[in-house]
């Protein structure tokens, strides 16, 4: 009976494991799609929510399939950056969560943090793959992070199989509030400094990344985010000489 009780506890503790690494698996596609909402109120500029949805689903279900066979029969065409993500990024991700169903994790901890230092290196695969490589004996904008990315993957395989070979300690709990909000700063900052202009959009994004912390003075956090605000005021136009917009696009016209 008590074994029976473990077998389904280990069991339910690897079926939210593996649906969290299927979510890591699309993040990137995610935040795109969350950026693209901005482009309906002419925040930023990109693709519309429908295209980055239509775009994607077509590489995870069509595109990379298409062009892994493709590979075998000797094809050479080019593919697109939605069909490489899904390649470099999202399917292996897909095939460890799917591993991760029929593994006994030792140290969840090691096995976890693996993973996902692995999703960093194959993000950075990623991003690098349209960049030049090596020519001859000469280094091209691409080497270096390919080389980093391939050296992070071989060592967070290697911390991941730690965690499957010994033991050491469960999942700590952690609270999601603070980074939560400091992506949902970071996020509204990119989208709302154009219209808003660098002096609302951040001292706005300073209260918002507040909200992160129960342990916040209102008071307090409204006078730093003022000081920092008045320091970027001053930084980014006249020290860095960024030609960022000061005020809200509606004030100025």
């Known amino acids: 009976m008590a074994d029976t009780m473990g077998h ?21 596609q995610i935040f795109e799609f969350i950026w693209s909402i901005g ?21 995870l279900l069509a595109g990379a399939p298409s062009a892994i066979f493709g590979s075998f029969g000797g094809g050479t065409k080019k593919a697109s950056s939605d069909v490489l993500l899904a390649l470099i990024y999202s399917y292996p991700l897909f095939a460890v969560a799917i591993l991760t169903l029929f593994m ?12 996902i230092l692995m999703a960093l290196a194959l993000f950075a695969l990623w991003a690098s793959s349209d960049l030049q490589g090596m020519r001859g004996f000469s280094f091209g904008a691409g080497t270096a992070p390919r ?11 290697g911390i991941a199989l ?9 999942m700590a709990h952690y609270s999601w509030r603070g980074p939560l909000f400091v992506m949902v700063a970071i996020l509204f900052f990119a989208l709302a400094i154009r219209p808003l202009g660098l002096v609302v959009t951040a001292f706005v994004s300073f209260m918002i990344a507040a909200l992160g912390s129960h342990e916040t ?18 930084l ?18």
Do not use: K
């Not at 980014?236 to 016209?253: A, D, E, N, S, T």
């Open 8 to 28: 389904s506890a280990t069991a339910t503790r690897n079926t939210a494991v593996a649906l969290g690494f299927c979510l890591l698996a699309i993040a990137p």
């Open 39 to 59: 482009t309906i109120f002419g925040w930023g500029a990109g693709r519309g929510p429908l295209q980055v949805v239509t775009g994607h689903a077509t590489a």
């Open 104 to 115: 006994t994790i030792r140290s969840a901890q090691d096995y976890v943090g693996g993973v």
């Open 147 to 157: 080389m980093f990315g391939g050296l992070l993957v071989a060592l967070s395989a």
């Open 162 to 170: 730690t965690g499957l070979l010994t033991d050491g300690p469960a």
């Open 217 to 234: 003075r209102w008071l307090e956090a409204a006078i730093v985010g003022a000081c920092l605000t008045l320091g970027c005021a001053i």
């Open 236 to 253: 980014f136009p006249y020290v860095l000489g960024l030609p960022m917009p000061m005020f809200p696009r509606f004030l100025i016209q």
